[in-house]
Antibody
Framework: ELQLVESGGGLIQPGGSLRLSCAASGLIVSSSYIVWVRQAPGKGLEWVAVAYSDGQTYYADSVKSRFSISRDKSRNTLYLQMNTLRGEDTAIYYC????????????WGQGTLVTVSS | DIQMTQFPSTLSASVGDTVTITCRASQSISSWLAWCQQKPGKVPNLLIYKASHLQSGVPSRFSGSGSGTEFTLTISSLQPDDFATYYCLQYSTYSYTFGQGTKLEIK
């Protein structure tokens, strides 16, 4: 059964770093397509990053050079390393994947909340 | 980057109505456009992919159309469960973009 579980969120001061995890079951993270999407409180959805099955990663301009994706085969987990965090990074962060290459995503985790505040 | 303009931002309608939401891309995205629905406290749910293809399990009252830069989501015969927020998403490039969202409210 496909399952994605995000963790690692919490309260962090501006300028700090945090690493989010997207632990998967029912798929092999090292060869899978996974996206990160965030939603600030009361706001709309924002695409953050994508990791393709061939290893390529792409990021939204708002996080480029501050966020990076890595994978741990042994833990079947994808990470989103977030550095130099800002107040506007406060959001619920979701990881999602797809079961067809025709769709952007069709299966989501439940999200993890990141709050950037002093 | 491709910008997506979605309108209206809010839409009031009654059960049984037919409503249309529009998304406009800043450049051609062919048919790489998806629509998703989100209810408060829930993760988004994919409705339409590749502009007009209905995702499995989604009721047929939802339909999508368009290509290039102009796209629409139509919901026919609104049901109480349809009152939610809707987002378009372009995924034609490696950098995806959501529209700003349309909140569908009960009139």
């Amino acid at each position: 059964e496909l399952q994605l579980v995000e963790s690692g969120g919490g309260l962090i001061q501006p300028g700090g770093s945090l690493r989010l995890s997207c632990a998967a079951s029912g798929l092999i993270v090292s060869s899978s397509y996974i996206v990160w999407v965030r939603q600030a409180p009361g706001k709309g959805l924002e695409w953050v990053a994508v990791a393709y099955s061939d290893g390529q990663t792409y990021y939204a301009d708002s996080v480029k050079s501050r966020f990076s994706i890595s994978r741990d085969k042994s833990r079947n987990t994808l990470y989103l390393q977030m550095n130099t965090l800002r107040g506007e990074d406060t959001a619920i962060y979701y990881c999602a994947t797809r079961r067809s290459q025709l769709v952007p995503f069709d299966f989501w985790g439940q999200g993890t909340l990141v709050t950037v505040s002093s | 980057d491709i910008q997506m303009t979605q309108f209206p931002s809010t839409l009031s309608a009654s059960v049984g109505d037919t409503v249309t939401i529009t998304c406009r891309a800043s450049q051609s995205i062919s048919s790489w456009l998806a629509w998703c629905q989100q209810k408060p406290g829930k993760v988004p749910n994919l409705l339409i992919y590749k502009a007009s293809h209905l995702q499995s399990g989604v009721p047929s009252r939802f339909s999508g159309s368009g290509s290039g830069t102009e796209f629409t989501l139509t919901i026919s015969s609104l049901q109480p469960d349809d009152f939610a927020t809707y987002y378009c998403l372009q995924y034609s490039t490696y950098s995806y973009t959501f529209g700003q969202g349309t909140k569908l409210e009960i009139k």
